[in-house]
């Protein structure tokens, strides 16, 4: 009998333990330890059926100890409910990849040269102004149209002064045209001179040779022969075209009017220069370019002729034995 009344009390106290566990909102691991102190595995049993039944006993006690106004039984309820947890929100599918592809091409953005060329700054720290580049563009195209206009008036003028620079055109006699008659006057003047002026007409056709890289047009020229300051005739050419770097044929008309003075002259002074003589022959012809627009330009001709008289009776056409000219070009 002394035996069982340890067990007996020992249930009574738990039995009677039990309504005050569930009243009370720590109750459950108080009578949890007294059971297990006790050792009574019938009284865990029913106090684990107890926990079952009544699923809803925390806000029951809640409510108890509310009611009660005990700050202690709020306290310790506060202490038994679990600690918030914090879920990480993970973004979707859509949200990742629209996030990974505006991270690509913010990459690739910052990666590319022209990203690169576009957030470049100048070396000063000065922001680029589009009014600012859109003049640096104009500048830089006026400097380049004056770079191409020099370049162009250079190797125009290159041009102009290779290809139209003057070169002295080359003439020579081929045929001196001397009617019957004419070279009988112009026997008798020299050899014979009387008391009247003898009138004397040369033909003469001249091979003309145009060295420069323009042709041009010539008009009639009038040419005048002097020898020892007199007067000793008057040339006329014809109007004639001269093709650029070519032969053409000129044809000039002489007229000598030889005076009893100027032939009683000749006489003294000829023989004793084995009738040779020497002549200056100047004048000018207007000639027109119409390579050039129709360039209406003004020759000067000035010669030193080298002539055999006795030639005249014999060979005519080797009447002229040299020249030497020099020739003017004007506007």
Known sequence: ?????????????????LPTAMASPRSEPKNAEAAAATG????????EAAAMASPRSEPKNGEAAAAVGSAKAMHDLEAQKPPP???????????????DSSNDSYGDSRDSPDADESNEKPEDGSVSDP?????????????????????FAFILSTLLVVFLRPHEPQWEVQKLII????????????????????????DALVDFSNPNYVGAEADAG?????????????VTTERGWAAARSHSQVTAHSTSIITPELGNLL???LPGRNYLMQVHVKGELDATVKSLFG???????????????????????????????????SL
Do not use: F
């Open 1 to 17: 009998a002394q035996v069982h009344r340890p067990n007996t009390l020992s249930l009574r106290l738990t039995t009677a333990s």
């Open 40 to 47: 009574s595995a019938e009284a865990m049993h029913d106090l």
């Open 85 to 99: 947890t914090t879920v990480e929100s993970k973004p979707s599918a859509d949200e990742s990849s629209s996030g």
């Open 131 to 151: 009014k600012t580049v859109t003049k640096r563009s104009w500048r830089n195209r006026r400097n380049m149209c004056r770079l191409s206009c020099c370049s």
């Open 179 to 202: 009617p019957p008659a004419a070279l009988n006057n112009c026997i008798q003047a020299i050899m014979n001179p009387s008391g009247e002026s003898i009138k004397v007409d040369i």
């Open 222 to 234: 009038h040419l005048v022969v002097t020898w020892e300051g007199y007067e000793l005739a008057s």
């Open 267 to 269: 006489m003294e002074t």
């Open 295 to 329: 360039l209406k330009v003004k020759v000067g001709l000035d010669c030193v002729v080298d002539a055999s008289v006795l030639l005249i009776m014999s060979d005519p056409d080797k009447l002229v034995t040299g020249h030497k000219c020099t020739y003017d070009v």
